[in-house]
C-alpha cells in the first residue's frame, strides 16, 4: 500500500459500494413500506416553484441591471461589471430570502 492515499485505499473497485445515497433500505420509507416521496405531486410541485423563483431572480437580475443602467449611463467597463454584481447580489439576497 506504499504510494497510494488514503482515499485510492478506500475506493477499491473490489469494493462495492451499495446504495448511492449511502441509505440503508428501510431510510427514505414510511412505516407501511411506501417511499416517502409519494406518488410525484410533490416532486412535480417542488419542480414548478423552483422553476418560479429562478424566473423571479432572472427577473430582479435583468431589473436590477436596467435600471442601474437608465439612471446612471455606463461610460466605462468597469461600471458595467460594479453594475452587474449589484444586480446578481441583489437576485441571490432575494433567492435567499424570498
Given amino acids: 500500500m506504499f504510494g497510494q492515499t488514503k482515499i485510492q ?3 477499491s473497485p473490489r469494493k462495492r459500494l451499495g446504495n448511492v445515497h449511502g441509505l440503508s433500505s428501510d431510510q427514505g420509507r414510511d412505516r407501511e413500506g411506501v417511499d416517502a416521496v409519494g406518488d410525484g405531486r410533490g416532486t412535480l410541485l417542488q419542480w414548478m416553484r423552483f422553476q418560479l423563483v429562478g424566473a423571479a431572480n432572472a ?20 461600471t458595467l461589471v460594479v453594475y452587474n454584481s449589484v444586480a446578481v447580489a441583489a437576485s441571490l439576497v432575494m433567492s435567499y430570502f424570498g
Fill in 59 to 78: 427577473g430582479v437580475d435583468w431589473g436590477v441591471f436596467g435600471l442601474l443602467t437608465l439612471l446612471a449611463p455606463p461610460r466605462t467597463v468597469l
Fill in 9 to 11: 485505499r478506500n475506493f
